[in-house]
Nanobody, 119 residues
């Protein structure tokens, strides 16, 4: 069973920065995409950024130029550097990891970490 441990959330003023981390453990199978999603109160969960095993990235339009996703494959860890934070970035951020198990893939979610941006 894969476990995801997130860290790095908190309270920050608008214009500030935070760095989220998510470490995956409990598997020897290949990890594919690693990503971050967020869910604000009363809204649906949305993709923030995703990074493939080869390093290719994709971002939500709302965070392009401000957020950077990266990964350390040796540590099975994905990071989200968030700069120039805005109050509308306030949400619970969830890590998402895809693991290839033989001929199928399994998807795992972290427990979520709160990010609050004050104006």
């Amino acid at each position: 069973q894969v476990q995801l441990v997130e860290s790095g959330g908190g309270l920050v003023q608008a214009g500030g920065s935070l760095r989220l981390s998510c470490a995956a453990s409990g598997t020897t199978f290949r990890i594919g995409n690693m990503g971050w999603y967020r869910q604000a109160p009363g809204k649906q969960r949305e993709l923030v950024a995703v990074i493939g095993s080869g390093g290719g990235t994709n971002y939500a339009d709302s965070v392009k130029g401000r957020f950077t996703i990266s990964r350390d494959n040796a540590k099975n860890t994905v990071y989200l550097q968030m700069n120039s934070l805005k109050p509308e970035d306030t949400a619970v951020y969830y890590c998402n990891v895809v693991v290839f198990v033989w001929v199928k893939y399994e998807e795992y979610w972290g427990q979520g970490t709160q990010v609050t941006v004050s104006s």
